[in-house]
């Protein structure tokens, strides 16, 4: 009993002495040694310094993550990937099927690749390409060719098409986009064979009356010019199907634009509208409208009486009123576009970004499959990953 309450009275001295620091144990000998006025170091954290580590950490991770998207971004690999998607995309649309799509993307690509025709053909004289070349006018010499039937000229500082332009009485198309063309010569309208005149991407700032005299006109585009109104002599044009009047400044629907009966598809998106007139309803042969980033609010009923149209393209940011049977008939294409970038929106509101998706998907998806005549396949191959939409 004696030895029993001696050996508790030691533990006790020892756990006490351990307390104050003046007792470590050494197990690996067995003994208890004493060491006198020794403190114990005991660590202490700063939470601050763990989180910036992490927050260091973080930020490297991102980086990382960056760099990557980036090199596949640029990597020749993803972009031979979106090209045959493309091609394979392409295979399974009809030939009439790809006109608007070219047109869309044509129009929006700022890099536009250089157009090459491969070999020369039998009809190769009869057609004159001129790409990027540094001419500030077109060449007398061409004079010599009376014969020409086609016209492309793309990138160049050309300011002017000359008077004598109707000394080729079989030319039949004009395109002359993205140059720095400022105005048309009256003469034109005495090249009645013109079917075709793209004068996207210039600097053209009126049209002249005479332009109505070329009534085998069937394709006309103005895309991106500073365009406000055009001449009430257009009307005659009652072959044209396919009107483009994108990125003016076109405050309403030119009026010869409503007299054009054969018109088919219609573009006057960005432009500065705020409404329709209420006899949109001549044009009844129109398949598709294209009216988005404008200042709308509203579209006029009479937009019911059309039965061809089968597309409706507005901007969903302004538009508050629209007839009924846009959403009630399965058969049109109703497309509301949002202008908002996904970095204005709250990341709560996910209900609204999947709209904006959806509604980008289905934009894309009707372009496709409400587009016009066309043999050949687009040349824009590296814009669009068809992956993503489709």
């Known amino acids: 009993m004696t030895q029993r309450y001696g050996s508790l009275t030691l533990c006790k001295q020892l756990n006490k002495q351990f307390r104050s620091g ?67 995309e392409c295979k399974k649309l009809q030939s009439n099927e790809l006109e608007v799509l070219q047109h869309y993307l044509g129009r929006t690509a700022q890099n536009e690749k250089p157009h090459y025709t491969g070999a020369k053909s039998p009809l190769s004289k009869f057609i004159l390409e001129m790409d990027g070349d540094d001419l500030a006018e077109l060449p007398e010499s061409i004079l010599d060719k009376p014969h ?15 008077g004598w332009i109707e000394q080729f009485p079989h030319l039949s198309v004009i395109n002359m986009p993205k140059n720095g063309i400022q105005r048309l010569p009256v003469e034109i309208g005495k090249i009645k064979k013109l079917r075709v005149l793209i004068l996207n991407y210039n600097r053209i700032t009126s049209i002249p009356p005479e332009l109505g005299d070329c009534e085998n006109l069937e394709k006309l585009e103005l895309t991106g010019n500073f365009l406000e109104e055009l001449p009430f002599e257009l009307s005659k044009l009652k072959k044209v199907t396919h009107l483009d009047l994108a990125e003016n400044t076109f405050a309403s629907i030119p009026i010869c634009a409503l007299r054009m009966t054969s018109l088919k598809l219609l573009d006057l998106s960005i432009n500065m509208l705020t409404d329709l007139p209420e006899d949109m309803d001549r044009l009844d042969k129109l398949e598709s409208l294209f009216l988005h980033r404008n200042d709308m609010e509203y579209l006029p009923n009479c937009l019911e009486n059309i039965t061809t149209l089968r597309m409706v393209v507005v901007s969903g ?55 016009k005549e066309r043999e050949t396949a687009p040349t824009y191959t590296t814009k669009v990953s068809f992956s993503c939409f489709l």
């Open 22 to 88: 003046k007792l470590t144990q050494s197990f690996s000998t067995g003994r208890i040694k004493m060491r006198a006025d020794r403190s114990v170091d005991i660590p202490i954290y700063d939470i601050s310094q763990l989180r910036g580590m992490w927050e260091h950490r973080v930020i490297k991770y991102k980086e990382k993550q960056k760099k990557e998207r980036e090199r596949i971004q640029n990597s020749a690999l993803e972009k031979i990937n979106q090209e045959w998607q493309y091609r394979i």
């Open 148 to 162: 020409l039937r086609e016209m492309h000229i793309r990138r160049t500082t050309i300011y002017k098409i000359p």
């Open 317 to 371: 940011d302004t538009l508050k009123s629209w007839p009924p049977v846009f959403e009630e008939n399965s058969a049109i294409k109703f497309i509301k576009l949002y202008d908002n970038t996904v970095d204005a929106i709250d990341y709560g509101d996910e209900e609204i970004l999947e709209t904006m998706q959806d509604h980008e998907k289905e934009f894309m998806k009707t372009y496709i499959h409400t587009l």
